[in-house]
């Protein structure tokens, strides 16, 4: 879907991902307005200039804290910095093809689905937010079959998730699964 929203050219926008592509040369205003407006929900997508792109950053940051915001690097080597203080995802178009390959040749079946080529596959991370789930191990959830916990991220660290693994509110569990069975995992988890 393509339209204009306070001055953005939105390219793609649902409840968990807006991705946009600025079409004026001022734009702080406007995204303090999309900020106000609590209109960003899981995930942010910034293909602008390297400036551009820290400016936004910045503003999700002071406003939300840091939030899943994913930008492409353009090569200024301050302005990476700057995105890496802030803990935003960092795409570096001239290294993605590389890394993909990579990841193709050393796992192509996980590199598969993470890339939803299976048909009725799902990736998706969840937060707990459940208070029952609170100190449960993931044996104990008993998950569909048909599931399997890639990671748990807890405190911006990546645990080697296993049966014994406690989670804990706030953790973020990164689900592969049928899209209907990873449905149900997520509600249970966050509700």
């Given amino acids: 879907m393509k339209k204009s929203l306070y001055g953005w050219d939105l390219i793609w926008y649902n409840e968990t991902l807006i991705f946009f592509r600025i079409s004026i040369s001022f734009f702080t205003k406007e995204v303090r307005t999309l900020v106000s407006k609590d209109i960003f929900q899981d995930a942010i997508v910034c293909l602008l200039s390297d400036k551009q792109n820290y400016d936004v950053s910045k503003i999700i940051y002071d406003s939300y804290g840091t939030k899943d915001i994913i930008v492409r690097y353009n090569g200024e080597r301050e302005i990476y910095d700057k995105l890496v203080d802030l803990g935003v995802r ?20 996980a590199t598969s689905i993470l890339l939803g080529l299976y048909k009725n596959q799902e990736t998706v991370d969840v937060v707990i937010r459940n208070k029952d789930i609170h100190g449960m191990t993931l044996r104990d959830m008993r998950f569909p079959t ?7 991220i807890r405190a911006g660290q990546v645990l080697i998730s296993h049966g014994f693994t ?26």
């Fill in 90 to 109: 960092i795409i570096d178009p001239s290294l993605a093809m590389i890394n993909l390959l990579d990841h193709f040749v050393r796992s192509p079946n």
């Fill in 146 to 152: 048909d599931v399997i916990v890639l990671s748990v």
């Fill in 166 to 191: 406690r989670l804990r509110l706030g953790d973020t569990v990164t689900l592969v699964g049928t899209k209907k069975s990873v449905e149900n995992v997520r509600f249970k988890l966050e509700s």
